[in-house]
């Protein structure tokens, strides 16, 4: 699986890197067959605020990409956001594949 994290205006460090790319591995536990993770964030800066937008596509095998938008002050906190949208999509995703099959 490939995580990708892309930033707009915005320079990427390395603890963001790494909570991205952990919040991205941890959707593997929801849904085996996810083929490419990219994660992007923006930063809005308007009337002296920062404001963070963060967009996960998850690209996975025989299906439309899932995709979470989140955005909020605090860039962390907009990660998770991203991360639980996603969980609950694959989940569902996951659920009704399991009971189509009966």
Do not use: P, W
Not at 2 to 25: F, M, P, Q, Y
Not at 36 to 61: G, L, S
């Amino acid at each position: 699986m490939r995580i990708d994290v892309v930033g707009k205006n915005l320079e990427i460090s390395d603890t963001i890197r790494e909570r991205a790319e952990a919040k991205g591995e941890k959707l593997r536990t929801y849904y085996d067959h996810i083929q490419q993770v990219t994660v992007t964030i923006t930063v809005d800066e308007k009337h002296q605020r920062r404001e963070f937008d963060v967009e996960f596509v998850v690209d996975v095998e025989h299906h439309d990409d899932f995709i979470a938008h989140a955005k909020g002050d605090d860039l962390y906190q907009a990660i998770d956001q991203c991360e639980q949208k996603l969980a609950r999509q694959l989940t569902d995703h996951k659920e009704k594949l399991r009971t189509n099959k009966r």
